[in-house]
Nanobody, 127 residues
Framework: QVQLVESGGGLVEAGGSLSLSCAPS????????MGWFRQAPGKRREFVAA????????FYANSVKGRFTISRDITKNTVYLQMNNLKAEDSANYFC????????????????????WGQGTQVTVSS
């Protein structure tokens, strides 16, 4: 059983910063990519950012490009999301996801490509 555990959410004022992290526990797996998604109340879950483990290639949603940075620590099998210049519309429950399937091309923004999901961590930005 693989579990992804997110941490780092909280309450911040607009224009502020937060950093999220996510690490797996339980069964060891080889990481192909990891990503972050978010879901605000009453809205569908949406893609935020993703990183390919082998070469650190990254991909971002247009709404966060230039403000958020995804990174990874291979030694810790941990993914991070640095969020700067936060806006009220960034408020959501942020989910970490991991993909361990090396047999398909990288589709970072497709939920269905991810095999494991965390429980989410709440980010609230006050305006």
């Amino acid at each position: 059983q693989v579990q992804l555990v997110e941490s780092g959410g909280g309450l911040v004022e607009a224009g502020g910063s937060l950093s999220l992290s996510c690490a797996p526990s339980g069964r060891i797996f080889r990481t192909y990519s990891m990503g972050w998604f978010r879901q605000a109340p009453g809205k569908r879950r949406e893609f935020v950012a993703a990183i390919k483990w082998s070469d650190s290639s990254t991909f971002y949603a247009n709404s966060v490009k230039g403000r958020f940075t995804i990174s990874r620590d291979i030694t810790k099998n941990t993914v991070y999301l640095q969020m700067n210049n936060l806006k009220a519309e960034d408020s959501a429950n942020y989910f970490c996801a991991a993909d361990d399937d090396f047999t398909h091309p990288w589709y970072p923004d497709r939920e269905g490509r991810y095999d494991y999901w965390g429980q989410g961590t709440q980010v609230t930005v006050s305006s």
